[in-house]
């Protein structure tokens, strides 16, 4: 069962924002200050939908349910997709961002997202999303691991296995969460 629940601009709404602004402001005033910091007009729309949509997805979350549980759940899975795409973009996972086997990496965003509107955006569905998420996210480093061309990547498999498995644990994370929120709601039901 989802409940809604209307939270205003309170002033953690008001700080997330703030920060998310302060946040896409950084760049801006390091190119003032280093040459090495060049970032375009494109660099800053895509900064922006980055960091607004996650901020616009959380704080739907906060309307979806009031259970610290649930919102933590929702922040990690929200932080490690933000993660994995700006990683992928800005340095790639498996060699540069030009690597086409980069995209693939994409597809776990996709799974988390259409794992949770499967679920209805309710806790248990969610842990069971964020699990298998999990799940795909080290199969996925399984097979790109064994490629040719994973071998001569100067990080190699060790450091994809690696990243993956820091990836792995947050979604993992994320699943605990919303297994504990879910477990919580079915207590205040009884």
Do not use: C
Not at 17 to 33: E, H, I, S, V
Not at 140 to 164: E, F, H, K, M, N
């Amino acid at each position: 069962m989802v409940v809604e629940t209307n939270i205003g601009w309170n002033g953690w709404r008001i700080a997330r924002w703030t920060a998310g602004a302060l946040l896409l402001l950084t760049p801006l005033a390091m190119m003032q200050l280093s040459s090495e910091w060049n970032w375009n007009a494109g660099s800053f729309v895509f900064a922006g939908v980055m960091i607004g949509g996650v901020l616009l997805l959380y704080d739907r979350a906060t309307l979806v349910s009031p259970s610290f549980a649930y919102r933590g759940g929702v922040i990690v899975a929200l932080a490690v997709s933000f993660l994995l795409v700006w990683v992928n973009v800005a340095v790639g996972i498996v060699g540069s961002e030009d690597n086409p086997v980069n995209l693939s990496f994409f597809m776990l965003v996709l799974i988390a997202a259409i794992g949770a509107f499967s679920a209805g955006f309710r806790p248990a569905g969610m842990a069971r999303a964020m699990l298998g998420t999990a799940g795909v996210q080290m199969l996925l480093a399984l097979v790109i691991g064994t490629a040719p061309s994973t071998q001569r990547d100067p990080a190699g498999v060790v450091g994809l296995v690696i990243l993956s498995a820091f990836f792995a644990a947050l979604w993992l994370t994320a699943a605990a969460l919303f297994r504990h929120a879910a477990k919580t709601a079915e207590v205040r039901a009884d």
